[in-house]
């Protein structure tokens, strides 16, 4: 029986430590060591969404750079296409604008001969005519005797030059 | 909490009480046992008588030749003489129910080895209050192991009485036994290793706790994430010192009960005071906090009327029962478990008694059934700690939950 009979000294002395042990615990270790508990896991779990919230941005910041490349390549190859069409009309331009240019020339170098053939022909036609008279003096002085038979003979002459002239 | 969980949980409650079951058959067989040794132990008394006898015979022969210190010193050894002879007789048929009832109860010393006048042990402070002699303070030596008087008081069978048998008068003893100075050093120690957690917590803001507070925070965590918020709810925090102090409470004092050398070995948690006590607090707790609803429940509960006769006993003996049932569990559990261990070594003895090489024979078996046992005490240790607390955050879960009709 005695057992199961609390004892009246242990009862009270249990309660005053229970009591004190109860209120200094609870003011000088759990509400400081839940407290910081609290805290610590707080601060993890801010981490943790910080260290999530910094992932999410390197991948916007990733897709965003992707982006921007992909934007940059397009951007040079249109630039290349550009040049390259440049490149072309301006060879194009060139080529046609020097087929004319020699067209010119060409033009007006056929006109200068032609001129200078036409002086050549004049000149010709001038000395031609000199060296027959030349020699037609000469032909008279010798042959002067028979008149019809000369003029008929001048007459064939000038014919011919005629016609070489018209040639 | 889910319900099955906690239902989970109350099954091994259930399991843990079978084996209480057993522990407490144990206690009583030896307690049976006891009746029997009753007899050895009126013989022995007589002894003792005889030898008092002895002693008036010599003090009248030797008288005036001696001087009272001497005659002190020869009452003591004829004391002694008279103990050695029952002692003697009892060894015949060694008293396990005895043995483990001392070593399970309170006792006004801390007894560390020996038997009898020869036994070592720390004397404790005697603290008694009377009527009529009010306050008396003086060590627990006086008594010599309750073999003399001292101020008109005796210790008689762990208790302290008038010396005078015809005496009525209550003595209100509030001595610092050995349960109580087991309690303050287990106390002490946890005070220590507490407030240097939180001195070390608070210095370390934000960091990872360190090698043993590594072994505690998760016990901390636990209460507070499986027992204290499934049971009690958002209102779990305000409760969480409480429950902290309770569960630590009584688990150091359980494993210090396990430690069979001093400043250990004292049945703390096994003795019905200390567990009254945490009741006691616990229905305190429960008593303040409970809302409207709680009260409701008890004594307007939704029933028709003439059931009220009813249920409103059946209630408030719900109240009562709550911490009564708390005190019972963890008293019971834990002398069990000091019970068994004791008894496992009586098993020795008391084969010893019989033949020497049956003891020696005996004794690797109780051996290794205690440190079985112990094993197994570490863990109940823990677990009535916890079973304590977890019931403990559910009572008071019931009275501060609120309900939405």
Known sequence: MQLVTPAIGLVFWMLVTFVIVLTILKKFAWKPILSSIKEREDTISNALNQAEQAKNEMARLHGENEQLLAQARSERDAMMK?????????????????EEEAKKLIAR????????????MDELKKEIAHFSVQIAEKLVADKLENSEAQQKLI????????????? | MPENQLFAKFQSVTKKSLLVGFALFVGIQLQANKVVSAEHAIEAHEVNAHANEEHENAHQQDHGTITPD??????????????????????????????????IGDAHDWHLWGEGEHAVSIPLPVILYTESGGLTVFSSSNFHHGHAAYNGFVLHEGKVTWEDANKTESI?????????????????????????MAKHYTSNQGK????FYNLVEPLILFLRDDIAKPSIGHKADKFMPLLLS???????????GLIPIFPGG???????????????????????????YYWKHIFMPDVPGFMYIIIIPIEILGVILKPFVLMLRLFANITAGHIIILGFFSLIFIFGAMSPGLGYLVSPLSVAFTVFMSMLEMLVAFLQAFVFTLLSAIYIGMAVEEHHH
């Open chain 1, 82 to 98: 550009e040049a390259r069409e440049m490149k072309e009309k301006i060879v194009g331009d060139a080529k046609t604008t020097a």
């Open chain 1, 109 to 120: 170098a056929n006109d200068e001969i032609n001129k200078q053939k036409l002086a050549a």
């Open chain 1, 155 to 167: 007459a064939t002459y000038l014919s011919d030059l005629n016609n070489k002239a018209q040639a």
């Open chain 2, 70 to 103: 001497q005659v002190n010193a020869h009452a003591e050894s004829e004391q002694n003489n008279a103990h050695g002879k029952a002692q003697a007789h009892e060894k015949e048929g060694f008293d396990a129910g005895k043995m483990i009832f001392e070593h």
């Open chain 2, 172 to 196: 209100y003893d509030f001595s610092i036994t050995k349960n109580v100075l087991a309690m303050l050093i287990a106390t002490l120690v946890l005070l220590l290793i507490v407030i240097s």
């Open chain 2, 208 to 211: 990872a706790p360190k090698g």
């Open chain 2, 246 to 256: 309770i569960f630590f409470f009584i688990f150091i004092n359980n494993i210090f």
């Open chain 2, 266 to 292: 004292a049945n703390v948690t096994g003795n019905i005071a200390i567990t009254l006590v945490l009741a006691l607090v616990v229905f305190v707790t429960v008593t303040i906090n409970g809302n409207k």
